[in-house]
């Protein structure tokens, strides 16, 4: 076990829909702790950033009007494993397949529209968090 930092952003949906106070409690009820939060507004060049391993695909355009729809809540999340850990609370990426009893599970209502990103490995938690807060 490791005390790992992690980026997890509550996208626009998430935002709209006032579901935020309901997943930061799942995160912290699992034991994890907010280091730094901020609420920003997403633009195109940074979205090809963040996600440049999408950028290439058709839906790419519809990404970014999803993502700069309205503001994100960016955060630092802190815990053993947490980079892990709250990937396994977010649930999995495509909709089908996001079970119940994590956010995207109960939350998500499509593949795109999911509520939470969170940092998928070591290498992308540190350029994530460098990426947003500096
Ligand atoms: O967010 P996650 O790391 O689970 O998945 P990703 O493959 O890195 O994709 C980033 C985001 O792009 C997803 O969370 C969705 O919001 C969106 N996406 C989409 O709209 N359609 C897809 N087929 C795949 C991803
Ligand atoms: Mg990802």
């Known amino acids: 076990m490791t005390v790992e930092r992690t980026y997890v952003m509550l996208k626009p949906d998430c935002v709209q829909r006032g579901l935020c106070g309901d997943v930061i409690a ?3 009820h699992k034991g994890y702790r907010i280091v730094d939060a901020k609420m920003i507004q997403l633009d195109e060049p940074i979205l090809r950033e963040h996600y440049a391993h999408l950028t290439d695909k058709p839906f790419f355009p519809e990404i ?6 309205g503001p994100v809540l960016a955060m630092i999340i802190e815990g053993e494993d947490a980079i892990q850990g709250v990937r ?3 649930g999995k990426t495509k ?4 079970e119940a009893g994590t956010i995207r599970g109960d939350y998500a209502s499509s593949t795109r529209y999911n509520l939470i ?6 290498e ?7 990426r947003f807060f500096g």
Do not use: N
């Open 26 to 28: 799942r995160i912290e």
């Open 64 to 69: 970014v009007e999803y993502m700069t729809s």
């Open 117 to 122: 990103h969170g940092s998928d490995s070591p």
């Open 88 to 90: 396994i609370i977010m």
């Open 95 to 98: 909709f089908e397949d996001a």
């Open 124 to 130: 992308a938690a540190e350029a994530e968090i460098k």
